[in-house]
C-alpha cells in the first residue's frame, strides 16, 4: 500500500510510519494526537475515497500522508459513510498495531474521524458509526470537531 505525503510524495505504509516517528521524535516533549479520517467525492463512474493520517503536534503544527483509493460509484450516502468509517477503522488497526509493535502503544490515543454531523442528512447515522469505531476501541470525532475527514482527506478527494 502506497501513501502520498504532501511534502515527501509517494511513500510505501513502512516508510510513513517512519515519518510520523521521525516528526514524533523531533520534538519529544510535546504532546501528539494520531488522526484518522476519511471523505469520498462521487465522480463520473466511481467514487473517490481518500483516507488520511494525521499527525499532530498538539499547539505546534501537524503533517499528514492520504491513501487514494477509487470503487465503483456509490450513489447512498448511507453506504458511502460506512465505506469511509470502514477505510478509517482499516487504516487505524494498521497504524496501532505499528505503535503497539514499537511500544508506543500508551503515548499515542489514535482517533477517527468520522464525516457526519448533527446538523444535515447524515445526522441519522451517527449513532451506528460512531458504536463502529468505539466498538473498535478507538475515539472517535464527528463534526465540528473532526478535522481529518472534513478537511483534510475532503481537500483531496477533488
Same mark, same amino acid.
Given at each position: 500500500?502506497?501513501?502520498t505525503? $504532501?511534502t +515527501?510524495?509517494?511513500?510505501?505504509f513502512?516508510e ?5 516517528? =521521525?516528526?514524533?521524535?523531533?520534538? $519529544?516533549?510535546s ?9 469520498? @467525492? !462521487?465522480?463520473?463512474?466511481s467514487?473517490c475515497?481518500?483516507?488520511a ?15 487514494k ?9 448511507? @453506504?458511502?459513510?460506512?465505506? =469511509?468509517?470502514a477505510?478509517?477503522?482499516?487504516m487505524?488497526?494498521? !497504524? ?12 499515542? +490515543?489514535?482517533?477517527?474521524h ?6 444535515? =442528512?447524515t ?5 451506528e ?13 464527528? +463534526? $465540528? =470537531?473532526?478535522?481529518?475527514a472534513s478537511? !483534510?482527506?475532503?481537500?483531496?478527494? +477533488?
Amino acid at each position: 500500500m502506497f501513501l502520498t505525503s $504532501p511534502t +515527501k510524495g509517494k511513500l510505501t505504509f513502512e516508510e510513513t510510519i517512519a515519518e510520523i516517528m =521521525e516528526f514524533i521524535t523531533g520534538l $519529544p516533549t510535546s504532546s501528539y494526537k494520531i488522526i484518522i479520517g476519511s471523505d469520498s @467525492q !462521487v465522480m463520473k463512474g466511481s467514487t473517490c475515497f481518500i483516507t488520511a493520517i494525521i499527525v499532530h503536534r498538539l499547539g505546534k503544527g501537524a503533517r499528514y500522508f492520504y491513501r487514494k483509493k477509487t470503487h465503483r460509484k456509490i450513489k447512498s450516502l448511507r @453506504q458511502k459513510i460506512f465505506f =469511509e468509517t470502514a477505510l478509517s477503522l482499516e487504516m487505524g488497526g494498521m !497504524v496501532a498495531k505499528e505503535f503497539s509493535d514499537r511500544g508506543t502503544t500508551d503515548d499515542f +490515543k489514535v482517533e477517527i474521524h468520522i464525516d457526519v454531523g448533527n446538523y444535515g =442528512e447524515t445526522k441519522d447515522l451517527i449513532r451506528e458509526v460512531v458504536g463502529m469505531v468505539t466498538g473498535s476501541g478507538f475515539c472517535a470525532r464527528i +463534526k $465540528p =470537531e473532526a478535522f481529518g475527514a472534513s478537511s !483534510v482527506a475532503d481537500r483531496h478527494t +477533488k
